[in-house]
């Protein structure tokens, strides 16, 4: 025992690295019986769950014995749950496990020992190993399964308690009724009830092989007895833990498998159940029917894997927390098509799309920008209920009621830059960009084509669902737009439009709007449906996104915090224009100024004197970085960081002694998104341009040029800060990618070897004449 607990904690303290940044979780735990949560979201909600460990969750690899790290994290993961308020208990297998394993050391011990004294020899020999009845094993590993979860259960201050059962603890009424008693009174003393059938006395199983040398005991009702369990005591949620993802429409391992999200009553008929697993006897097939029978019965389900070393530390958490895992079987069958099937709708009619003729496109775009101002009215409409909605919930800051509002300006400028996009879309799709000879009759070209589904998240910003539309459409991509619900009126009206443009050569289903609860960490998991995500919102927003996307890449850019440098060459006439203009003509802006860098020698000066007092005029809040609060006597607060985005009428003021002080400066502090110089020296402006990097660097201009719009790219679907592919304002280049034609005529490689009869050319060819349109 002294062992076992040394192994416990050092396991707890192993595993506790991988899910101790799960948040602690404070919600309302209380709901009536009698009907199934509709949706994963509402999970959280759950206050009595059983958490069904299978065979193969606990039972090591080798079959023998138990996988006591992964038992460890599972035991962690229940307290966590329990220590919350919650009522944890457990279904368990790997009785007959753990007893094999004791049996089996005490059979070899008593063979050696019998053969040393009857050969006199201490050299053991091979020894053959009998089949062992199943129940002797139960009835040996049950003390040491419950004295192992006690002993791990201790280490969280939680009392466990052992509870065996057959079928007829069911049948019988008065058992039943004792049943039932036992488990509240030991849930009301905040005590985890351990479930086990009772497989010491249980009827024996036809025989199997599912345990190499042993018949193992029929745990087929392990599944069933959770569910009973479940709906006898009537608990809100039931995890079913075993050794595949959950449930898929084809066996696992197959071409065609698909895990299925969301499993309704009636679904039988649509999948195929495989082998079960290589302990056990359940099978997915006997889990699927004590799912349905438990969602009869009000209990909401689960069946995930419990197995998989990235996820098993934090696969009930992530359940609980309402996290896209496994399959979750429910009763409300949502009105439209899932996300997962709106993606592959957006990639097929995205390349539909990609393959219409470059004028089709840009009909489609010139139509969107009419419905823009021909439904003006429709659109203001809904944009006022949104309005007024956040208003009243008061849940949204005023810059974000800002970004939140439409007007007819707007909208005026919305369609400008729509028909500047379909002008300059003609000839972005299948452009050739490169051709090379690289022998007699094989040519090469490298074509632009388009990425495949893009899916772009935004933030109170309606205005940005008809600009990502033109651009997807101009630039042949599928789209998946997920807006926030305080724009849900506007956004809803604004896709109608996009897909009544589209309709006009039968892509309507190319731009989705996913409307289903669906959360965002959960369709940064959609690598296999999604080839780029573009965040659009609060630098809070981006970093979730570029934390949570696993697979897929990220365009975008978490902060914008960008400087404007006045060197002490700079023009009277331009600072302070440039200045208010970079600050307050519209601070929730990312290319709005932050941070104003001074050269040392313009202090106390009357340049330096007209920037206070029109930052004052402008009513903007000034904070001043450590060199400028030396300088003063009286100053205005330090601020806490030099790396701060404030996106109001805020920013910080601080002093440089040189351009180079200056530079460093924004290299150490800076977002790489929009840097600025004030100077009317060449050498110095062109010194800041080459050393500074950012994706936009200016002279002699605001920092709110830094748009697809004001670059002529018609709009954007965001700024991007990597280095890879797209950088600053992306607009439709930065949507295509390339791939390579080659064009022969009976090549092989071999013709090309040393004593080959060709030889490589690899000559520059002209490219074809660009549409001047």
């Known amino acids: 025992?002294?062992?076992?607990?040394?192994?416990?904690?050092?396991?707890?303290?192993?595993s506790i690295r991988c899910w101790s940044n799960i948040p602690f979780i404070t919600v309302p735990l209380s709901r009536a019986h009698g009907k199934s949560f509709a949706h994963r979201s509402e999970l959280k909600h759950a206050k009595r769950i059983v958490v069904k460990l299978g065979s193969a969750v606990v039972t090591r690899g080798d079959e023998c014995g138990l996988a006591l790290g992964r038992l460890a994290s599972i035991v962690e993961q229940v307290s966590m749950l329990q220590n919350q308020g919650r009522e944890m208990m457990i279904v368990t297998s790997g009785a007959v496990a753990f007893g094999k394993q004791r049996l089996r050391h005490e059979i070899l011990l008593s063979q050696s020992v019998r053969q040393a004294l009857h050969s006199g020899q201490s050299q053991?020999?091979?020894m053959a190993i009998p089949v062992l009845e199943a129940r002797a094993c139960a009835a040996a590993g049950q003390s040491g399964l419950m004295a192992l979860y006690e002993a791990m259960f201790t280490q969280y201050s939680i009392c466990a308690a052992q509870i065996l059962v057959t079928n007829l603890d069911f049948h019988d009424e008065q058992k039943r009724r004792n049943l039932n008693g036992t488990l509240h009174e030991l849930?009301?003393?905040?005590?985890v009830p351990i479930i086990n059938t009772n497989d010491a006395v249980v009827p024996p199983p036809e025989p199997n092989s599912d345990l190499q040398g042993v018949n193992v005991i029929s745990v087929k009702d392990n599944d069933s007895l959770a569910a009973r369990l479940a709906v006898e005591m009537k608990t809100d949620l039931l995890i079913v833990l075993s050794d595949v993802e959950g449930l898929f429409d084809s066996p696992p391992g197959s071409d065609d498998a698909k895990?299925?999200?969301?499993?309704?009553?009636?679904?039988?008929?649509?999948?195929?159940?495989?082998?079960?697993s290589r302990v056990g006897m359940g099978g997915m097939e006997a889990k699927v029917k004590a799912a349905l029978w438990a969602l009869q019965g009000g209990t909401s389900v689960v069946i995930a894997n419990g197995t998989h070393p990235k996820i098993s530390g934090h696969v009930i958490t992530d359940i609980v927390e309402g996290k896209k895992v496994g399959t979750f079987f429910s009763e409300v069958k949502p009105a439209g098509p899932t996300v997962e099937q709106q993606a592959e709708m957006a990639r097929a009619g995205g390349r539909t799309l990609a393959a219409l003729q470059p004028e089709q496109r840009a009909e489609i775009i010139y139509r969107l920008a009419d419905l823009l101002t021909d439904q003006r009215e429709e659109i203001l409409l809904a944009n006022k209920k949104d309005l007024e909605e956040a208003e009243n919930k008061g849940r949204l800051a005023l810059p974000l009621l800002k970004r939140l509002s439409l007007s007819t300006s707007k909208l005026n400028s919305l369609a400008i830059g729509l028909r500047q996009i379909?002008?300059?879309?003609?000839?972005?799709?299948?452009?050739?960009?490169?051709?090379?000879?690289?022998?007699?009759?094989?040519?090469?070209?490298?074509?632009?084509?388009?990425?495949?589904?893009?899916?772009?998240?935004f933030e109170s910003r309606p205005d940005c669902l008809p600009q990502v539309?033109?651009?997807?459409?101009?630039?042949g991509n599928g789209l998946l737009l997920k807006g926030g619900k305080e724009a849900a009126h506007s956004n809803q009206i604004l896709h109608h439009l996009t897909q009544e443009a589209l309709s006009i050569h039968g892509v309507r289903d190319a731009v989705q709007l996913v409307n289903t609860r669906e959360e965002v960490e959960d369709l940064c998991r959609l690598d296999k449906l999604i080839d780029l995500i573009i965040p659009r919102g609060s630098s809070q927003l981006v970093r979730n996104i570029q934390k949570a996307a696993k697979g897929i890449p990220v365009m975008g850019h978490s902060e914008g915090i960008c400087h404007v440098y006045v060197d002490t060459d700079a023009s009277v006439e331009k600072v302070t224009r440039i200045i208010r203009d970079s600050k307050c003509e519209y601070p929730a802006a990312c290319n709005a100024l932050e941070t104003l860098l001074i050269h040392r020698d313009l202090l106390r000066t009357p340049l330096f004197d007209q920037i206070i007092d029109m930052l004052r005029v402008e009513q903007v809040k000034i904070h001043a970085g450590p060199k400028f609060a030396s300088y003063l006597t009286f100053s205005p607060s330090e601020v806490k960081s030099l790396r701060i985005e404030y996106g109001d009428l805020e920013c910080c003021i601080e002093v440089v002694d040189s351009v180079q002080e200056a530079v460093e400066h924004i290299h150490k502090y800076g977002s790489s998104h929009t840097d600025?110089?004030?100077?009317?020296?060449?050498?110095?402006a062109e010194f800041f341009l080459q050393h500074v990097d950012s994706a936009c660097v200016f002279w002699n201009a605001s920092t709110r040029f830094s748009d697809g719009y004001r670059f002529g790219l018609g709009a954007e679907v965001g700024i991007s800060t990597s280095r890879i592919h797209a950088r600053g304002p992306v607009g439709i280049e930065g949507l295509l990618t390339t791939k390579w034609l080659l064009r022969g005529d009976n090549h092989v490689v071999s013709d090309f070897s040393e004593h080959g009869s060709m030889k490589y050319l690899h000559e520059s060819l002209p490219l074809p004449q660009r549409n001047a349109n």
């Open 1 to 14: 025992h002294r062992w076992l607990l040394w192994r416990v904690t050092k396991l707890r303290n192993e």
């Open 124 to 126: 053991l020999k091979d």
């Open 187 to 191: 849930l009301r003393m905040n005590i």
């Open 259 to 276: 895990l299925i999200d969301i499993f309704y009553p009636g679904d039988q008929q649509s999948v195929t159940f495989g082998t079960k």
């Open 422 to 457: 379909a002008a300059s879309s003609q000839d972005s799709v299948g452009r050739v960009i490169r051709r090379t000879r690289i022998a007699k009759d094989l040519d090469l070209e490298q074509v632009t084509v388009p990425i495949g589904v893009l899916l772009v998240i």
């Open 469 to 475: 539309s033109a651009l997807a459409i101009a630039s």
């Open 676 to 684: 600025v110089i004030i100077t009317e020296n060449e050498k110095t």
